[in-house]
Every structure is written in structure tokens, then in C-alpha cells.
């Protein structure tokens, strides 16, 4: 892949030079800093050295301009490479509006890869040049760290709720993918690559590959198999249990103790597996726990599914149909029939086939 | 030896006398005068053998890992052996080693011979605090024996609580029994240096060890509680499943982050300011010249004990917490670099007309700033948020915490046991392997760690068993430069107990320094001072009338 003796890592995101320069300038300030500390000890250490042995230094001459010099101008330094620093992070930490949500849960010790028209893959990322992606993150079990060097970016996956973070391929080739948080005994094993290919290269990827319904689709069968429907109707006018979840995501939502919360991803995340820690106001306590009960990737569906109900246009990186990738024939045409292999397993997810005429992916 | 008619001579002791006059080695005899004993110097001796034993199973381990990593297979032992070893390196270097070495050995020695007192405020609270400190490490040893713990020595939950299969408990148990004799240490420290100043003694006229000594102690009282609570509830979560960090139990991992970085981020404040006092009074004693910028030296050990606290969500840049959280984080990390940096400039401006010598504590010690500069400096680096997202968790930050923990607190440590050897036993080691010691292991750090600058931001990630091939140079330049640093550090045990038996006598001041305990024989005498000392000068004042007297006729004597 690389030369054997490489001494810089590849540079193939859009923010990794951002990354780069910042390192570089502090590189440049640590070396003038090592050289003038180094430089003086060593000529004030033959300068000065002893040469009998009664002999003492001079007396010391204090200055306090010296200790204001050699404070103000360190403090100045850090000062200006605290707010350059700061301004690359939220550039890495906030993905741009056209940004394509895929997924990625990790477990010990694997990636589990989901794209946006459902394709799967496991320690391995095939995505578009050029496109900007949006990674959402979960944990099964441990603490990881989602890490590609070659993109300088790093997101702990943390169990329990969601992380997300995005980049912007520039170069195709084939990166590295690392857990970077310890998670037990094969962490190093935990890797794998992305495969970055030209736009066309991978449409015809995806064309190959097993493809899979989508997120939002995968969402709405089980939304109908575990039920959820019959509580969360959309039935404007008619006393339910549960509060329609249509225009919900994305929006405020005032809560039984007198609190407001935007429901985002962690939000529904919690309210599907800790059902009474945020209750909607108005409605009573009585949705049962889904905790142990469905997958990290199920819910990740689901949440994609309420999503998909939201507020016009709130799926930006929801993979609703609308980006450039899923609307290849080729994926949407396998969407239906080869659903779920992954999931064979998954009594849940059997179970939503059955009912799959009640699937109504929300294309606008 | 005729001990009973050397009592009756406590008099201006000379050079052929030392060996005959009573002091705290030679007043009693047998192993219970060992194990009983109150003396601070005494206790101070029994650290310095537990923890030279713990700092050897620790660099045994070391030197495991880096054997490890010769190769990018994982091929001396597996992934589970590989990550207990990891663990326990960290652990015992940590835990059992770097915070309690300076001040458990060098500071209970001095302490109470700097402040001009008989011994620390509480001896027996001192002896008892070796006692917890052993039965802690054995605890931990314990927990090796029986299979080890796989958790890293940061027991990141909820792996800690809920997924290793390994001895979490009893090696938690015995990091938090070791807490308490830290804590134990830290408060005989406080009220010594409160109470029990020698007449004259003000604080401004503390030597600047007393000083970092002082902040050190303020920062282990009040954060070693925070690791112990910490400690508990992992326990409890463990064994109890009580849902406190596993969000499966209704926990939040993210909680015991904070908790453990709020008392571990200050810990590696209790690791290098010790070091850094220590490198105050060898820049001072060898430069024969007063520390530039006495005040601001101290009032920075102060300033960054205080700060310390306020920093520890920079282990955190992308662990999940806020944004906005992270960038306040990162620009009060980079307040703290500010009295460190100013410490830097001050030792370097101390040297400035002063009377250089370049014996073996000295060597160590501007080994030391060098360092603790590329030390300081990456860690800013890393506090500088849009670089952390890249290097974190790799080997760049693995290189920079051994730059300060080794090349720092190491460093100083080796420097101060060269120093106060002497005092301590009366006895010369050789000059040339101990110059032979520090220029080893200068150079063999560098080579094992700067490697690891440019494989951390090459992307290695930290505590890999096996890693991508292209690697692999880097790592095996990083071996070879353990395998210097392992004989520079075996060569001070080698001439230390060499010097024991065929030493020469040093006299009570070899490097002709000022301060009070180098007012009272070597080795010192029980009660240190034959007569309270009074202070009428600050420290280090070498440009007197009486120090150049002194000078002069010892060195026209010997």
C-alpha cells in the first residue's frame, strides 16, 4: 500500500492540509523553542563553566520585565494557535449541509458499515470521491474509536448514545481504518479499510453488491413490526397513547415536567429504549422498554425512520432516497428482495417481512 | 567500630571522622530498627527500595512491550498477554513508581533537614504510610500472579466494569489502598512545612523543593479522594451492577471519563512538580547561583497546582463531550503551560553568569530541561484542539506523557539520588559511569520515544499488539532505544550499591552547596541538627562572604 518507510501519512480529506498546517506551524514554534533552550543551556553551560572549584556565580540580577517577557510571549503564541486550533476542530466537527449519513457500529472487534441504501459491509468502507459523509456512530458493548488517519479525523463510539463525524474523500486509494480506543483483546485486530473510488466506481460497486432496503425502509417495517405503530398512529384528532410522530424530529418538544427538548437522534434513542425519562406532556408514562430488545442497527433504522416523518427537509443526511447514491436502479431495485441477510437471525426483523406491505418508504 | 566513644565527639566533623560519628545508619542495628523505625530518613531509604522494585517491574514490563513490537505480527505472546502487560506497566510506572518516588524517597529525606526540623510532623503516620504503600503493591502483585488485568491502567468503563474478564477489583483495590499512603505522605508534608520551620525560616526563604513539595501535597489531598471514590464505584458496578457508567445498567461511560481524568489529569501534576523542585536546587547548587526569579518560581509551582485541576477535560476532545466544552478545556490547558514555561526560561536564566560544573546531578538535570521543553511543547500541541482529533489515542501522545514522566519526573529523580546521594550515605559513587549513566539515558530516550512522535502522527493507534507493516522502522528504532535507556538505568543501581560498601567517604558537602541540610554531617544524624539551625538568609546564596571562606579552605584542603 504505502513505501516501507513512510515518515508522514497520507493526506486525502478535504480538511486533512487544514490539519496538516496547523501541525506543521506547531512543529515549526516547538523547534525554535527546543533550539533556543538547547542552544542557550549548552553555550551558558561552557560560557560559565566552573573552572576552580571555590568559585561561585554572580549575583543574580532580577528582572521582572525578562519574567513578563517570557510569559506574555509564550501566552501570545498559545493564543493564536488555541483559536487556529479551535476553528480546524469545528470545521472537523460540523459536516456540511450536503452531507450523506451513513452508518457504523462497532462491537468487539468489528465495524459494521451500513450505507444509506442499505448496502452492508463489515471492516470495510467503499465510498465516493468528493462526496461529504457523515458517519453516525454507535457501540454494541465497548468504548472504540472510529480513526482514519488519512482524513485526521477520530470519533470515540460510545455505547449508550450516538456520535457522529464527516469527511470529504479527495484522493482515491485505500486508507486505513483503526479502533483507537482500547476495547479488549483483539484491538488491533479491530481495523480495516476505506476504499475511496471514483463516483462511477462506486455506483457500479454498489450495483454488485447484495444492496438491501434502505435505512428508512428497513425503519418503517419494523416501526410496524414491534408495533409502534399502533400507539404513534398519525391520526390527527383521535385521543392515542402516543404522540404522532410526524414533523416531530428535529423540532422542540415541551415535556410532562415542564422542560423542552429537541428531539434528535439521542433523544429518540433514549425515548425507545428508557421510554419514561423524557415524557411528552400531555400523555401518560406507558410505553414499554425496548432495551435489550432490538439491535444497535435496528434502532439505528428506526431513529432513520422517524427521521424520514420529520419536518420538510429535515433529512438532509437521512438516505431518505434523495442523495446521489441510492438513486441508482441498481440499489433501489434489489431494495426488496434481499433485505435482512444480515439480520437472518433477527426474529424482529423476519417477523417485519410479513407485514411488508405496510412499508411506505416517505418520498416527498 | 568503637561507637560508644565516637558518641561523645559530636564536633566539627572532618573528612576521616564522618564514618565514626553516630548518624541515622549507624545508631541502631538488627531488622526491626528497619521496620520499626520513625526516622523520616530511615522510612525514606525503605521507599527507596520498594519503589526501585516496583520501577524495575515496571521497566521489566517495558521492555516485554517493546520486545513485542520488534515485529508488526504479534508473535512473542498473544493479544491477551500483550494487553495485561501494557496494563501493568502503566499501573506500577504510574501508581507505584512516578507519584509516590520523589516525594515518598527524596521528600521524606529532605523535608524535614530543609525546614531545619528533627523529623516530619507525624513519624508515625509516616512509617504506617509505607506500610499501606506495600500492601497495596502486593495487592496489585497479587492480581498479577492469579492472571493479571487487561484494562489498561485507565479502567475505562464500561470494559472495566462489565467486559474484562480479568482481576479488575484487586488491582483497583490496590491503587486505592495505595491512595491512602499518599495521602498520608502528602499531609506529614503539609503540616512539617507549616509548622515546623526553623526559627528565621519564612517562606520566602523555603528552598523552592519545599515550595513544589508544598503544591504537590495540596493537589494529592485533594484528588486522591476523587480516584478513591472513583475506584469504589467501579467496584460496585462490577460487582454489584449497580448502573453507574454501563448505559446498559442506566449508566453513562462518558461520567467515568471525567471522574477519572479529574483526579488523573492532576496526578500528572503530583508527578512533575516534585521533579520540578528538584530541578530547581540542582540548577541552584550547580551554578552556584540563586534561581532566577526566585518568587515567580515558586508562586508557578502554586499557579500550576491550581490550574491542574481545571484542565482535564482536554483526555476528553473526542470522547463525546461538547464542543464548546472541549474548547474551554483546551484554552485553560494552555494557561498551564504558561508557569511551566516560565519555569524553563528561569533555569535556563539561572545559568547566566553562573559557576557551571558538570557533575553527574547537573548533566541530569539540563538533561531534564531539554526534555521537559519537547515535553511541554507537544502537550501543547495536543491541547491544541484541531491536532488532538488526530493524534489522540495514538503514539504522538504515548511519546508525549514519557517525555514528561520519564524524560521528566525520571530524569529529575535519577539527578536528585545523584545529588543527595552523598548526604544520604556518606558515600561518593564513581564519576565516570554515572556521567556515563545520564548521557545514556539521554540518549536512550530520545531514541525510544521521538520515533514514536512520528508514528503517533502517522496514525499508529496506541496499545496495538500487532500493527500495519509500513511501521514497523520506526518501532524497531524505538526498541533499540529502550535497550540503551534499560543499561543507562542499570548502571545507577550497579554503582549505587557499589558506592555502599567501596565508595569514597564523601565529607558533609561534596559539591561545596548552601542549605540546610548540608549544614549537618553526611550521613545526618538521627535528630539531624546538633543544634537548631537558624536562618538569616534566603536559599541559595552563594555570593557571601562566608560561603566563598567556606569554599576556599576546602579547596585548598582536599
Same mark, same amino acid.
Given at each position: 500500500m504505502k513505501s516501507t518507510f513512510p515518515l508522514f501519512p497520507d493526506s486525502a480529506s478535504a480538511l486533512s492540509h487544514d490539519v496538516d498546517a496547523l501541525y506543521a506551524a506547531w512543529v515549526l514554534v516547538s523547534l525554535f523553542f527546543t533550539v533556543l533552550i538547547a542552544g542557550l543551556i549548552i553555550f551558558f553551560m561552557a560560557r560559565y563553566r566552573r573552572r576552580h572549584p571555590e568559585e561561585v556565580g554572580q549575583k543574580e540580577r532580577a528582572a521582572l520585565w525578562l519574567e513578563i517577557l517570557w510569559s506574555v510571549i509564550p501566552l501570545g503564541i498559545m493564543l493564536v494557535m488555541f483559536a487556529w486550533g479551535t476553528r480546524v476542530f469545528f470545521q472537523l466537527y460540523r459536516p456540511p449541509a450536503d452531507a450523506v449519513e451513513y452508518t457504523a457500529i462497532g462491537k468487539q472487534w468489528m465495524w459494521k458499515v451500513q450505507h444509506p441504501d442499505g448496502q452492508r459491509e463489515i471492516n470495510t468502507l467503499h465510498m465516493p470521491l468528493g462526496q461529504a459523509i457523515k458517519l453516525k456512530l454507535a457501540s454494541e458493548d465497548v468504548i472504540h474509536s472510529f480513526y482514519v488517519p488519512a482524513f485526521r479525523v477520530k470519533q470515540d463510539v460510545v455505547p449508550g448514545r450516538y456520535t457522529s463525524l464527516w469527511f470529504r474523500a479527495t484522493k482515491t486509494g485505500v486508507y486505513h481504518l483503526f479502533c483507537a480506543e482500547y476495547c479488549g483483546t483483539e484491538h488491533s485486530r479491530m481495523i480495516g479499510s476505506i476504499i475511496v473510488m471514483e463516483p462511477r466506481d462506486y455506483e457500479n460497486w454498489l450495483a454488485g453488491g447484495t444492496g438491501g432496503k434502505s435505512m428508512v425502509a428497513s425503519g418503517s417495517d419494523l416501526f410496524n413490526s414491534l408495533a409502534c405503530v399502533t400507539c404513534h398512529r398519525a391520526s390527527p384528532g383521535i385521543t392515542q397513547r402516543g404522540p404522532s410522530l410526524e414533523g416531530v424530529f428535529g423540532s422542540q418538544v415541551k415535556l410532562a415536567d415542564g422542560r423542552t427538548v429537541v428531539a434528535d437522534d439521542n433523544y429518540v434513542r433514549e425515548s425507545i429504549l428508557n421510554p419514561t425519562a423524557k415524557v411528552v406532556a400531555g400523555y401518560d408514562p406507558v410505553m414499554p422498554t425496548f432495551q435489550g430488545q432490538i439491535t444497535e442497527e435496528q434502532l439505528t433504522q428506526l431513529i432513520s425512520y422517524v427521521r424520514s416523518l420529520g419536518p420538510t427537509g429535515a433529512a438532509p443526511a437521512g438516505g431518505s432516497g434523495g442523495t446521489p447514491t441510492a438513486g441508482t436502479p441498481a440499489a433501489g431495485g434489489a431494495s426488496n428482495t434481499s433485505s435482512a441477510q444480515m439480520d437472518a437471525n433477527s426474529p424482529l426483523n423476519t417477523a417485519g417481512q410479513t407485514t411488508g406491505s405496510a412499508q411506505k418508504p416517505p418520498q416527498k | 567500630m568503637d561507637i560508644t566513644s565516637s558518641r561523645s565527639i559530636p564536633d566539627v566533623p572532618t573528612r576521616e571522622t564522618a564514618f565514626e560519628r553516630p548518624n541515622y545508619l549507624n545508631a541502631e542495628y538488627g531488622w526491626k530498627s528497619w521496620l520499626f523505625t520513625l526516622d523520616h530518613k530511615?522510612?525514606?531509604?525503605?521507599?527507596?527500595?520498594?519503589?526501585?522494585?516496583?520501577?524495575?517491574?515496571?521497566?521489566?514490563?517495558?521492555?516485554?512491550?517493546?520486545?513485542?513490537?520488534?515485529?508488526?505480527?504479534?508473535?512473542?505472546?498473544?493479544?491477551?498477554?500483550?494487553?495485561?502487560?501494557?496494563?501493568?506497566?502503566?499501573?506500577?510506572?504510574?501508581?507505584?513508581?512516578?507519584?509516590?518516588?520523589?516525594?515518598?524517597?527524596?521528600?521524606?529525606?529532605?523535608?524535614?533537614?530543609?525546614?531545619?526540623?528533627?523529623?516530619?510532623?507525624?513519624?508515625?503516620?509516616?512509617?504506617?504510610?509505607?506500610?499501606?504503600?506495600?500492601?497495596?503493591?502486593?495487592?496489585?502483585?497479587?492480581?498479577?500472579?492469579?492472571?493479571?488485568?487487561?484494562?489498561?491502567?485507565?479502567?475505562?468503563?464500561?470494559?472495566?466494569?462489565?467486559?474484562?474478564?480479568?482481576?479488575?477489583?484487586?488491582?483497583?483495590?490496590?491503587?486505592?489502598?495505595?491512595?491512602?499512603?499518599?495521602?498520608?505522605?502528602?499531609?506529614?508534608?503539609?503540616?512539617?512545612?507549616?509548622?515546623?520551620?526553623?526559627?528565621?525560616?519564612?517562606?520566602?526563604?523555603?528552598?523552592?523543593?519545599?515550595?513544589?513539595?508544598?503544591?504537590?501535597?495540596?493537589?494529592?489531598?485533594?484528588?486522591?479522594?476523587?480516584?478513591?471514590?472513583?475506584?469504589?464505584?467501579?467496584?460496585?458496578?462490577?460487582?454489584?451492577?449497580?448502573?453507574?457508567?454501563?448505559?446498559?445498567?442506566?449508566?453513562?461511560?462518558?461520567?467515568?471519563?471525567?471522574?477519572?481524568?479529574?483526579?488523573?489529569?492532576?496526578?500528572?501534576?503530583?508527578?512533575?512538580?516534585?521533579?520540578?523542585? @528538584?530541578? +530547581?536546587? =540542582? !540548577? %541552584?547548587?550547580? &551554578?552556584?547561583?540563586?534561581? #532566577?526569579?526566585?518568587?515567580?518560581?515558586?508562586?508557578?509551582?502554586?499557579?500550576?497546582?491550581?490550574?491542574?485541576?481545571?484542565?482535564?477535560?482536554?483526555?476528553?476532545?473526542?470522547?463525546?463531550?461538547?464542543?464548546?466544552?472541549?474548547?474551554?478545556?483546551? @484554552?485553560? +490547558?494552555? =494557561? !498551564? %503551560?504558561?508557569? &511551566?514555561?516560565?519555569?524553563? #526560561?528561569?533555569?535556563?536564566?539561572?545559568?547566566?553568569?553562573?559557576?557551571?560544573?558538570?557533575?553527574?546531578?547537573?548533566?541530569?538535570?539540563?538533561?531534564?530541561?531539554?526534555?521537559?521543553?519537547?515535553?511541554?511543547?507537544?502537550?501543547?500541541?495536543?491541547?491544541?484542539?484541531?491536532?488532538? !482529533?488526530?493524534?489522540?489515542?495514538?503514539?504522538?501522545?504515548?511519546?508525549?506523557?514519557?517525555?514528561?514522566?520519564?524524560?521528566?519526573?525520571?530524569?529529575a529523580y535519577l539527578g536528585g539520588l545523584h545529588y543527595w546521594w552523598p548526604k544520604m550515605t556518606g558515600r561518593l559513587y564513581p564519576t565516570f559511569p554515572s556521567k556515563l549513566s545520564a548521557l545514556l539515558v539521554f540518549v536512550g530516550f530520545n531514541l525510544t520515544f521521538f520515533p514514536q512522535f512520528i508514528l503517533g502522527y502517522m496514525g499508529m493507534p496506541r496499545r496495538y499488539w500487532s500493527y500495519p507493516p509500513e511501521f514497523q522502522v520506526l518501532n524497531v528504532l524505538s526498541t533499540a532505544g529502550a535497550t540503551v535507556l534499560g543499561v543507562g538505568y542499570l548502571l545507577p543501581i550497579l554503582y549505587f550499591a557499589w558506592s555502599l560498601k567501596f565508595g569514597e567517604k564523601s565529607g558533609d558537602n561534596p559539591w561545596g552547596a548552601v542549605g540546610l541540610e548540608w549544614d549537618t554531617p553526611s550521613p545526618p544524624p538521627t535528630e539531624n541538627f546538633y543544634v537548631t539551625p537558624v536562618v538569616t538568609h534566603p536559599p541559595y546564596t552563594y555570593n557571601r562572604e562566608e560561603v566563598h571562606n567556606r569554599l576556599t579552605q576546602e579547596a585548598n584542603f582536599g
Open positions: - | 530511615r522510612i525514606a531509604i525503605l521507599y527507596l527500595f520498594s519503589v526501585t522494585a516496583f520501577f524495575a517491574l515496571g521497566g521489566l514490563f517495558a521492555g516485554l512491550i517493546r520486545l513485542e513490537l520488534l515485529t508488526p505480527e504479534g508473535d512473542l505472546f498473544g493479544p491477551d498477554t500483550y494487553n495485561r502487560v501494557f496494563t501493568m506497566h502503566g499501573i506500577m510506572m504510574v501508581f507505584f513508581f512516578l507519584i509516590p518516588a520523589i516525594p515518598a524517597v527524596l521528600g521524606n529525606f529532605l523535608i524535614p533537614l530543609m525546614v531545619g526540623a528533627k523529623d516530619l510532623a507525624m513519624p508515625r503516620l509516616n512509617l504506617a504510610s509505607w506500610y499501606v504503600f506495600n500492601i497495596g503493591g502486593i495487592f496489585t502483585l497479587w492480581s498479577i500472579v492469579n492472571g493479571g488485568v487487561d484494562t489498561g491502567w485507565t479502567f475505562y468503563t464500561p470494559f472495566s466494569t462489565t467486559y474484562s474478564n480479568t482481576y479488575v477489583v484487586a488491582t483497583a483495590l490496590g491503587i486505592f489502598i495505595n491512595g491512602f499512603s499518599t495521602i498520608f505522605t502528602a499531609l506529614n508534608f503539609i503540616v512539617t512545612i507549616h509548622r515546623m520551620r526553623a526559627p528565621g525560616l519564612s517562606w520566602f526563604r523555603l528552598p523552592l523543593f519545599i515550595w513544589s513539595m508544598y503544591a504537590t501535597s495540596l493537589v494529592i489531598m485533594l484528588g486522591t479522594p476523587v480516584i478513591a471514590i472513583t475506584i469504589l464505584l467501579v467496584a460496585a458496578e462490577r460487582l454489584l451492577h449497580l448502573g453507574i457508567f454501563d448505559p446498559r445498567l442506566g449508566g453513562d461511560p462518558v461520567l467515568f471519563e471525567h471522574m477519572f481524568w479529574f483526579y488523573s489529569h492532576p496526578a500528572v501534576y503530583i508527578m512533575i512538580l516534585p521533579a520540578m523542585g @528538584v530541578i +530547581s536546587e =540542582l !540548577v %541552584a547548587a550547580f &551554578s552556584r547561583k540563586t534561581i #532566577f526569579g526566585y518568587r515567580v518560581v515558586a508562586f508557578a509551582s502554586v499557579a500550576i497546582a491550581v490550574l491542574g485541576f481545571l484542565v482535564w477535560g482536554h483526555h476528553l476532545f473526542v470522547a463525546g463531550q461538547s464542543a464548546y466544552a472541549g474548547t474551554i478545556f483546551s @484554552v485553560l +490547558s494552555m =494557561l !498551564v %503551560a504558561v508557569p &511551566s514555561a516560565v519555569k524553563v #526560561f528561569n533555569w535556563t536564566a539561572t545559568l547566566y553568569e553562573g559557576s557551571v560544573s558538570w557533575q553527574t546531578p547537573m548533566l541530569y538535570a539540563l538533561g531534564f530541561i531539554g526534555l521537559f521543553t519537547i515535553g511541554g511543547l507537544t502537550g501543547v500541541m495536543l491541547a491544541t484542539l484541531g491536532i488532538d !482529533v488526530h493524534v489522540h489515542d495514538t503514539y504522538f501522545i504515548v511519546a508525549h506523557f514519557h517525555y514528561v514522566m520519564v524524560g521528566g519526573t525520571i530524569m
